[in-house]
């Protein structure tokens, strides 16, 4: 018998944390505003992951800068029924691509796709016991738990992102911790950081930088999305 309920319900975290924790071994699908997603799981890990009707296995490749679609249809057949790995084959055959590319290619949008659906928080939801990917697909293995905390971390740094620039009377300080991995900072910010110090405000670090005080907002912002610096309690 499926299960199957609604999101408002049923947060989708609780969802995937349940078929994580009893091991299911199935496809559950999403359906939001007229988009649907399907996540096939096998004994609670997660192995595929598409966007019912928008994901084929060559847009992804050439979504992931992989190969064009000219140079794979140079190589493959018109036949739409050759499988995900039939045509991985052609394309390793072709030199177009190697098996490691393509399996990292499939692996990232396997999660890209998990992190997105658990950002979701309407719609309605089956899950399908027993049901998995076609013998033509390539699957791959994520732990669902690396895949909820990724997601969770996407969505903090999304929430960081929307987030205005700090109000010149804000102080910072370096975080205690760096983060990794250690992120690549712009000159400016380098010209900003020596400045960083809970007896600072974020203006008298831009007059000390001789910075345009909207700019060292903006830096100090990035900085702190970062995990660079963190604001002083």
């Given at each position: 018998?499926?299960?199957?309920g609604?999101?408002?319900?049923f947060?989708?975290?609780?969802?995937?944390?349940?078929?994580?924790?009893?091991?299911k071994?199935?496809?559950?699908?999403?359906e939001r505003?007229?988009?649907?997603?399907?996540?096939?799981?096998q004994?609670?890990q997660?192995?595929h992951?598409?966007?019912?009707?928008?994901?084929?296995?060559?847009?992804?490749?050439?979504?992931?800068?992989?190969?064009?679609?000219?140079?794979?249809?140079?190589?493959?057949?018109?036949?739409?029924?050759?499988g995900d790995?039939?045509?991985a084959?052609?394309?390793?055959?072709?030199?177009?691509?190697?098996q490691?590319?393509?399996?990292?290619?499939?692996r990232?949008h396997?999660?890209?796709?998990?992190?997105?659906?658990l950002?979701?928080?309407?719609?309605?939801?089956?899950?399908?016991d027993?049901?998995l990917?076609?013998?033509?697909?390539?699957?791959t293995l994520?732990?669902m738990?690396?895949?909820?905390?990724?997601?969770q971390?996407?969505?903090?740094?999304a929430?960081?992102?929307?987030?205005p620039?700090?109000?010149?009377?804000?102080?910072?300080?370096?975080?205690?911790?760096?983060?990794?991995p250690?992120p690549?900072?712009?000159?400016?910010?380098?010209r900003?950081?020596?400045?960083?110090?809970?007896r600072?405000?974020?203006?008298?670090?831009?007059?000390?930088?001789?910075?345009?005080e909207a700019?060292?907002?903006r830096?100090l912002?990035?900085?702190?999305?970062a995990?660079?610096?963190?604001?002083?309690?």
């Amino acid at each position: 018998m499926a299960l199957k309920g609604n999101l408002r319900d049923f947060p989708i975290a609780n969802l995937l944390g349940l078929i994580r924790s009893a091991r299911k071994t199935g496809t559950l699908t999403v359906e939001r505003a007229g988009q649907a997603a399907r996540l096939a799981f096998q004994e609670g890990q997660l192995i595929h992951a598409a966007y019912t009707g928008q994901d084929d296995f060559l847009g992804v490749l050439e979504g992931a800068g992989v190969l064009s679609r000219e140079q794979a249809l140079a190589v493959l057949p018109g036949s739409p029924e050759a499988g995900d790995k039939e045509l991985a084959l052609m394309l390793i055959s072709a030199g177009l691509a190697t098996q490691e590319v393509i399996l990292r290619t499939v692996r990232a949008h396997t999660l890209d796709i998990a992190c997105e659906v658990l950002a979701w928080l309407s719609g309605e939801f089956r899950f399908e016991d027993g049901e998995l990917p076609s013998e033509g697909q390539i699957t791959t293995l994520l732990d669902m738990q690396e895949v909820m905390a990724e997601a969770q971390r996407r969505q903090e740094e999304a929430r960081r992102a929307q987030a205005p620039p700090p109000d010149p009377q804000a102080r910072f300080r370096i975080a205690p911790v760096p983060p990794q991995p250690q992120p690549t900072l712009p000159a400016e910010a380098w010209r900003l950081l020596p400045f960083v110090d809970p007896r600072n405000t974020v203006r008298q670090i831009a007059q000390a930088a001789h910075v345009d005080e909207a700019q060292a907002q903006r830096i100090l912002r990035d900085l702190h999305r970062a995990g660079v610096i963190e604001p002083e309690p």
